[in-house]
């Protein structure tokens, strides 16, 4: 069954639970409701769609229609991260630096390491990101990235948002995956309609999760690693 097809077949299901029915532990029910689907505005909205429109007006000037993260996504990436509020994030794979900003502007505290993977606009997302580039480590070898992210880590519970990884990654991308839930930590996924590669990571951990809740829309997912939550996965329309 195609992605496509198993999402209509799925719809009036995945509906009801967005609106919390059938959805019996507490956090879920919170998470759901007063994080995917919360509809008040944030601080910082205004802030991601400014970035969000001159990435756009950047990129049309390389791309007839470039693929920047949708408004309604950067903003619910900005509402998990605000929830969680970490210190230290990993981020694997960027484009744009919407994406990269958005989870930024939670706590001016907060500090990221980026590993861009095949970053076809430098020149756009060094604009992007200007005012937040202080707080950001990048590096272009997956390893050294997790070796990094591990010391600025310290005993925090760790934080990742994968927006895309290459087919000889996803050994590496998916043990630190399984290693960053294994100490109740989150990690947010995109992309996962796009390409097999992001669809064939989520598949492996979802296989070989054994605790934590799985919340997503089939093209975004969302991994909390709590140990005292039953192991579950939802799938939902936000």
Aim: without cysteine; proline residues 4%; glycine residues 8%.
């Amino acid at each position: 069954m195609t992605a496509k097809i198993k999402r209509y077949y799925t719809a009036l299901r995945r509906y009801n639970r967005s609106k919390g029915f059938g959805i019996h532990s507490p956090f879920a029910f919170s998470f759901v409701l007063r994080v995917l689907r919360e509809r008040l505005p944030y601080y910082a909205y205004d802030d991601i769609e400014y970035r969000r429109q001159l990435a756009k007006s950047l990129a049309s000037t390389v791309s007839r229609h470039p693929r920047v993260i949708s408004s309604k996504n950067a903003k619910m990436i900005f509402r998990i991260t605000n929830y969680f509020n970490p210190r230290a994030i990993m981020q694997i794979g960027t484009s744009y630096g919407v994406s990269t900003t958005a989870v930024l502007d939670v706590d001016s505290r907060t500090r990221l390491i980026l590993y861009p993977g095949d970053q076809p606009h430098e020149d756009i997302y060094k604009e992007i990101v200007a005012a937040h580039a202080s707080r950001i480590s990048l590096h272009h070898s997956l390893l050294e990235a997790f070796t990094a992210y591990g010391r600025l880590l310290g005993g925090a519970a760790p934080f990742m948002l994968i927006n895309s990884v290459k087919a000889d990654e996803l050994p590496l991308v998916g043990r630190a995956v399984l290693e960053a839930l294994d100490k109740e930590g989150t990690v947010i996924m995109r992309n996962l309609s796009r390409g097999d590669e992001m669809e064939a990571l989520w598949r492996g951990v979802m296989e070989a999760l054994g605790h934590g809740m799985s919340f997503t829309n089939g093209k975004l997912g969302v991994i909390v690693g709590y140990r005292h939550l039953p192991r579950q996965n939802f799938s939902l329309w936000f």
